[in-house]
């Protein structure tokens, strides 16, 4: 979980100049391995997992839009995304909150 949580990050602080569509575009394969991965062997990390990449995802969106810089604005935000575009990312099928 933590080199996960590692990865992510990186992806997401070099990335404060894409659009969501080039951001989704770069991270949906690697998601999806680890949905795969771990619905099969670890089931109880997966949820975890991907709350954790939606805070990376809100914390994106406060750092690159800051209208959305308070915590209830970046949370309403998301919450926004993921249900106008639920297949945006893949693993919002899953999950749709932070943690």
Same mark, same amino acid.
């Given at each position: 979980?933590?080199?996960? #949580?590692?990865?992510? *990050?990186? $992806? %997401?602080?070099? =990335?404060?100049?894409?659009?969501?569509?080039? %951001?989704?575009?770069?991270?949906?394969?690697?998601?999806? #391995? $680890?949905?795969?991965?771990?619905? *099969?062997?670890?089931?109880?990390?997966?949820?975890? %997992? %991907? &709350?954790?990449?939606?805070?990376?995802?809100?914390? $994106?969106?406060?750092?690159?839009? =800051?209208?959305?810089?308070?915590?209830?604005? #970046?949370?309403?935000? !998301?919450?926004?995304?993921? !249900?106008?575009?639920? #297949?945006?990312?893949?693993?919002?099928?899953?999950?749709?909150? &932070? $943690?």
């Amino acid at each position: 979980m933590k080199r996960i #949580g590692r990865e992510v *990050r990186h $992806w %997401l602080r070099r =990335r404060i100049y894409h659009t969501f569509g080039e %951001l989704a575009r770069a991270t949906n394969p690697i998601v999806s #391995g $680890w949905m795969h991965y771990y619905g *099969r062997f670890y089931p109880s990390k997966l949820y975890p %997992l %991907l &709350a954790r990449i939606n805070a990376y995802l809100m914390r $994106w969106i406060r750092n690159k839009y =800051r209208r959305y810089d308070s915590t209830r604005r #970046g949370r309403k935000k !998301l919450l926004e995304l993921t !249900l106008g575009y639920p #297949g945006f990312f893949r693993h919002w099928r899953c999950v749709t909150t &932070a $943690w």
